[in-house]
């Protein structure tokens, strides 16, 4: 799972990554990039007010929004905030960085919601961002 307690923000990515790609993707490589992305998403993680988090959970707990309508709510708000961070990177990068970050976020912040969280971030980076992943993998085996 994307959230453990004890792991590396690293890790973390890493397994999110391949529970997205499964066996597609060598695991060294993943690994590699997963570091790389950490690094950033540690920077990040100070830029995302509690605001953002908190609207997400209750979007997460209202049981009336479909799982389509949540992931359409996540994809916002990491829109929004890839919009409202000042950086040179790439969008996508920044995108995938900010989707993993949220999912560490509302789950620290509510727990028992890690799994729907989990589940919603998946959906999203296989919808928005798996040909950039795609793209950052084959570039890194060359």
């Given at each position: 799972p994307c959230t453990e307690p004890g792991l590396t923000a690293a890790h973390e990515l890493n397994l999110c990554v391949l529970a997205v790609f499964g066996p597609e993707v060598d695991e060294d490589i993943v690994r590699i990039i997963a570091a790389q992305l950490a690094a950033i998403g540690d920077q990040f993680d100070k830029e995302i007010k509690a605001g953002v988090v908190n609207d997400?959970?209750?979007?997460?707990?209202?049981?009336?929004?479909?799982?389509?309508?949540i992931t359409r709510r996540m994809s916002e708000a990491v829109e929004g905030l890839a919009r409202a961070i000042p950086s040179d990177m790439e969008q996508e990068k920044a995108m995938l960085v900010l989707a993993m970050v949220l999912t560490?976020?509302?789950?620290?912040?509510?727990?028992?919601?890690?799994?729907?969280?989990?589940?919603?971030?998946?959906?999203?980076?296989?919808?928005?961002?798996?040909?950039?992943?795609?793209?950052?993998?084959?570039?890194?085996?060359?």
């Open positions: 997400l959970v209750r979007h997460f707990l209202n049981e009336s929004l479909s799982r389509e309508e560490k976020k509302i789950a620290n912040t509510m727990p028992s919601l890690f799994q729907h969280v989990f589940s919603t971030t998946v959906t999203y980076i296989s919808q928005h961002l798996h040909n950039y992943i795609l793209r950052m993998v084959s570039a890194a085996t060359r």
